[in-house]
């Protein structure tokens, strides 16, 4: 019937690829190149799948390889650190955090809200509130050195 | 078989003393005392951002923009209190909600942890 574990197993990989831009060595290269899939066909469709979305913009992807090394992905939204980073306009986020080091950036609800928003339509999030979501995205904020104000 | 009916009816009692405290917290839920006796508080809350504020860094597509802010009042009520430490501490303080209880039983593992550090 089956063979042992390695040809019927299927495995998942998660990965940060920014849009648009694929095939680097290091990320992608080795990560796919070890399960059997050549880089080069998950980049281009990785790259078609988000022509809408703006150059540059890290998304993660959830690749699941089967035993005869066909591929399939999935696409999810931004981390909440890139969100929180842009809204807040800064580069980075903290080195420190605590009371004895003050915040990097400052993020108001609405923000949140709108971020929780976009937050809510990937898959993984269907069973959470968007209250729960946005406490979660304050929480991301607050472990980032930044400031959540009304 | 006496003793194992004695154990188990001790192990009942603990456990139905839990099953007490849920009860309780459930019953007060499903009456909901609390929300329809006091008057709704005005908001205090006012948004930084007001209406017509662009969102900035929201978005993330090539052909959207960045979402524009509504009035407060189109925001939902639990958006304002979300943030708020002195709705968090009351409901850590209230025995009825189930964040005191839960905020209970994390310093209990503390305290616990504490003394077995102190043992090695």
Redesign the interface.
Known sequence: MSKKAPAAAASLLRLVVPAGKATPSPPIGPALGQRGVKSMDFCKQFNDRTK???VG?PLPVIITVKGDRTFTFVTKS?PTSF?L?????IEKGATNIGKDHPFVGKV????????AK?KQADDGMGHLS??GI??GV?GSAKSMGIE??? | MLKSFASTAFSGLRTASQQQVRCIQVSARSFNVKDESAPKAKRT?????PEG?V????N????GKD?V??ADDA??D???E??DPEVRNARIADPLDKKHHKEARRQAIKADNFIRDKKT
């Open positions: 809408n979305v703006d913009t931004p969100f980073k842009r809204a807040a306009g108001n609800l609405k923000q949140i809200y709108e971020i976009i968007l209250k946005c406490a304050i959540v104000v009304a | 809350v006012v948004s930084s951002a504020t969102l900035k860094g929201i993330y597509m090539k052909d979402p802010a509504l925001y939902p639990w958006l304002w979300i943030n």
